[in-house]
T-cell receptor, first 115, second 112 residues
Framework: KAGVTQTPRYLIKTRGQQVTLSCSPISGHRSVSWYQQTPGQGLQFLFEYFSETQRNKGNFPGRFSGRQFSNSRSEMNVSTLELGDSALYLC??????????????FGSGTQLSVL | EDKVVQSPLSLVVHEGDTVTLNCSYEVTNFRSLLWYKQEKKAPTFLFMLTSSGIEKKSGRLSSILDKKELSSILNITATQTGDSAIYLCAVLRNSGNTPLVFGKGTRLSVIA
């Protein structure tokens, strides 16, 4: 079956703009998590959605938001982009919420560059 | 503050060498420890460890958890150029705002 699909693969934006990233989980998976990966900080947790409800949120400013639709697809939005938002944004899906000891399946990410 | 520390941060070895990657953690409500391999973009799952002292093995890769020492190692024997990747260690917690805490990874380069 198809893996986790993220679109777009690459994105270039300028400071102050906003961006929306999309993630389609593996069929049947209801949990979607988002991570930001930078060379200096590694993978940092943004938020997790399960059955359209945000379950957990990491330590990111309110400019970072997300949502999940009834078909489990998820979007994340970053408003008022800053240079420091340049990163690889990874989406991961699992059958059950993360706390249920489920392994995550990752997408190939969206590489965001903010100029 | 919960943290996962991996060492070394980077490593260069020759084909055929054996490598050991380390992961130590200070995390509340520990549930399990996971290893992932990230070759290009998408991390792929390697192992999940929940019980101390039980080795998980897959081909030339193996991993073991030491709950007393709050650490895990990932061994790769007879390395190949295809093993070149970033290896990520993550700890899953029973509760908390951040269920899965990742280390910064070890970048392994295997040269012919």
């Amino acid at each position: 079956k198809a893996g986790v699909t993220q679109t777009p693969r690459y994105l270039i934006k300028t400071r102050g703009q906003q961006v929306t990233l999309s993630c389609s989980p593996i069929s049947g998976h209801r949990s979607v998590s988002w991570y930001q990966q930078t060379p200096g900080q590694g993978l940092q947790f943004l938020f997790e959605y399960f059955s359209e409800t945000q379950r957990n949120k990491g330590n990111f400013p309110g400019r970072f938001s997300g949502r999940q639709f009834s078909n489990s697809r998820s979007e994340m939005n970053v408003s008022t982009l800053e240079l420091g938002d340049s990163a690889l944004y990874l989406c991961a899906s699992s059958l059950a919420p993360q706390g249920a000891n489920e392994k995550l399946f990752f997408g190939s990410g969206t590489q965001l560059s903010v100029l | 503050e919960d943290k996962v520390v991996q060492s070394p941060l980077s490593l260069v070895v020759h084909e055929g060498d054996t490598v050991t990657l380390n992961c130590s953690y200070e995390v509340t409500n520990f549930r399990s420890l996971l290893w992932y391999k990230q070759e290009k973009k998408a991390p792929t799952f390697l192992f999940m460890l929940t019980s101390s002292g039980i080795e998980k093995k897959s081909g030339r890769l193996s991993s073991i958890l030491d709950k007393k020492e709050l650490s895990s190692i990932l061994n790769i024997t007879a390395t190949q150029t295809g093993d070149s990747a970033i290896y990520l260690c993550a700890v899953l917690r029973n509760s908390g705002n951040t269920p899965l805490v990742f280390g910064k990874g070890t970048r392994l380069s295997v040269i012919a």
